[in-house]
């Protein structure tokens, strides 16, 4: 059963700084692209970064460039987006995605909140 499950949203002031982490079962993690999108109310999901499979090259957002950073750890199937320098736009509800040729794998969603 494959899984992609969320963690370290919350509420954080505008400069602010978060941490989210993707941990995954279920699939040959070391195989997969992983990503991070979100999505605001009103607004279609939109891709945030991408980290590749072998070579690791990362793929970020210009609205996010220079404030986010993308990681992973295959040893742990986890993926992880730290965030810092955080905006109210960056307002959303951020998703974990894994894909390959075939598969697209999709988490539930971690709210991230940004206001003072």
């Known amino acids: 059963q494959v899984q992609l499950v969320e963690s370290g949203g919350g509420l954080v002031q505008p400069g602010g700084s978060l941490r989210l982490s993707c941990a995954t079962s279920?699939?040959?993690?070391?195989?997969?692209?992983m990503s991070w999108y979100r999505q605001a109310p009103g607004k279609e999901r939109e891709l945030v970064a991408t980290?590749?499979?072998?070579?690791?090259?990362?793929h970020y957002a210009d609205s996010v460039k220079g404030r986010f950073t993308i990681s992973r750890v295959n040893a742990k199937n986890t993926v992880y987006l730290q965030m810092n320098s955080l905006k109210p736009e960056d307002t959303s509800v951020y998703y974990c995605?894994?894909?390959?040729?075939?598969?697209?794998?999709w988490g539930q969603g971690t709210q991230v909140t940004v206001s003072s």
């Open positions: 995605n894994a894909a390959n040729q075939r598969y697209v794998y």
């Open positions: 279920g699939f040959t993690f070391s195989s997969y692209a």
């Open positions: 980290i590749a499979s072998t070579s690791g090259s990362m």
